[in-house]
């Protein structure tokens, strides 16, 4: 065996036989990284400062413990029993939390008008609130002695079939009705304790803080480039606009200086027929007057309806002086016939 590896098979039940040569440090190598655990001690000595501040709004009640309605506490909903166990729980959650650098805070928000209490580990500016409840089991309800006598009097009434009885297993996560509600979530179970998913529980808050941030990224770039193609082609329309005004402000100097000449050819004619007075005019100076009295009328712009040129192309190779850019950055807005196509899905005009 080369040195480093490992033999392995498969199949000797059925079919083949297969051996492979394993490389353990390469394999070592692509595995993941162990989640780092969180460790819960069996008392506090010196508690988190919400551990502190939620022990001193416990109440007295001796079955159930719901401090989900108090500002500046942790939010639990369980018997009093698991109550010691819980803090301790949360104690190591929030230290270690703190530890790595993130920050512990309560927060009050409003939900269609009323208060929400909540704690909330912030991981790079991003929130995610948590709650620790006991978990409940379904068990058939046991009429009351008010619920018998209310049935006597009134027969349709019915008592509920099924109570919620806690079960005492521990489940720590986002409150009911957040909008992280689903995102994460840790439970005692058959084979573990909430206190061994107290490390996978903020290595997930820390992936969802990582994805909140990459898509927050990849939003910022998407409105960048945005924002780049807006101004591309709002340049291309400047630059059409430029293009147009000059191709007009051309045609309508050649003009005026057209009608500027015919006047001087017609003043050059009449000049030329008055200096001789009733004299008659040579045959072929007649014959030259007809002609550049006929040329005014030809090229006098005057003589026929003004009408606004058509425009000129609108495609790269003649707006390229005018844009200042590259041509060719992002689809050409304008279509053979020099309409502007600009697609109504383009990015430019959903975010501006």
Known sequence: MPEGHQLRWSGRQRGDCVFALVDEEAEKAAQSPPVPAVDVPESVGRPHRLVRATRKALGRSRTVVDTRGKPEVIPLYLSRPLVDRALRIMHSLLTEAENRGHAV?????????????????????RAFPLALTERTTKVPHEPTAQEIRRQQRGPWTRPPTDDEKFDRRLAIGAPVRSRYEHAFSYSDGARWTLESRLGRLLQKLEHLAAEAERQQREREKELREAEQRHRWYAAIAQAREQQ?????AKVLTEQVRAWQQALEIRSFCHAARARVGDAPIPADEVEWLEWAEGYAARTDPL?????????????????????KGNPHTYPWPFDAQDHWILPETDPADQHL
């Open 303 to 323: 003589c026929s309806t003004l009408r606004t040129p058509p425009d000129p192309p609108a495609n790269r190779e003649a707006l390229h002086e005018l844009l």
């Open 105 to 125: 805070e309560s927060r009050t928000d409003l939900d269609h008008g009323d208060a929400v209490h909540t704690v909330a580990i912030v991981i790079h500016g």
């Open 244 to 248: 147009v005004e000059r191709h007009r």
